[in-house]
């Protein structure tokens, strides 16, 4: 299971991270995605954390946004600043075995996905 918090309201230029938190005893082997879907458009890959610590970003928040993971608290992290309206979206967590493919954006693809958190970028 996983549950995302973290989402909310904020100024263009502003900052939010987002957590994903996961429970069970597998989340270290797993890649944790994060995918969006504003209002009205379709899902988009936002990153992935491999289960080493690789990292992978769509090209719209790269230098704006960094992924994290803790594996400690069994807990990944979506770190969102110089927010645009542009990323106003839903933001989802979802984990999935380890693959050489790390842009996944369908929920089919993945093994789990979380319940989702608002994020709204007023401009």
């Known amino acids: 299971q996983l549950v995302e918090s973290g989402g909310g309201l904020v100024q263009a230029g502003g900052s939010l991270r987002l957590s994903c938190a996961a429970s069970g005893r597998t989340f270290s082997s797993y890649d944790m995605g994060w995918v969006r879907q504003a209002p009205g458009k379709e899902r988009e890959f936002v990153g992935t954390?491999?289960?080493?610590?690789?990292?992978y970003l769509t090209d719209s928040v790269k230098g704006r946004f960094t992924i994290s993971r803790d594996n400690a608290k069994n807990t990944a992290y979506l770190q969102m600043n110089s927010l645009k309206p542009e990323d106003t979206a839903v933001y989802y967590c979802?984990?999935?075995?380890?693959?050489?493919?790390?842009?996944?954006?369908?929920?089919?693809?993945?093994?789990?996905w979380g319940q989702g958190t608002h994020v709204t970028v007023s401009s």
């Open positions: 954390i491999t289960w080493t610590a690789s990292t």
């Open positions: 979802a984990g999935r075995r380890s693959s050489t493919y790390y842009f996944y954006s369908d929920r089919s693809d993945y093994d789990y």
